[in-house]
């Protein structure tokens, strides 16, 4: 009887020693896979807009070209909902600026994060629930 209760009392003072290692290696790990998650998304944005900036296209068709990229490549990560709209989109704004230098750093964007998105843009949820406004399933 005394066997079994030192025996519990052991693996209950592991237990709680070790509880506090196991959450510190969860932590990290969630972060590390935030920070992979937005390094992918960043690269997805800068192959979009390098891709796209000695096309032909308007800016708006260019947006329209880089947003549904980057939707693409989340929603064939199973990333759909860890970027909202309004991120990919000032991402892809942050990239163009990036790619023009300073020449535009001071330019107004073309969807402040005041208005509502741009009529016919692609969202991620065209991406979701399937085709509207040109989106793709």
Known sequence: MN????????????????????HGVVKYLRSKTKNNNVQLFLGWVDQAVGSLENSDLSGTEK?????????????????VGKFSEQQISAAIEMAVNGLHGSETSNAEPVVSNNQPEQAGLPTIKNYVNGPVNGGVK
Not at 3 to 22: H, K
Not at 63 to 79: C, D, G, M, T
């Open 3 to 22: 066997n079994v209760v030192e025996t519990l009392a052991t693996i209950g003072t592991l237990i709680v020693l070790g509880a506090p290692i196991v």
């Open 63 to 79: 947006k329209y070209k880089a947003i549904s990229y980057v939707s693409k490549r989340l929603a064939a990560n199973k990333l």
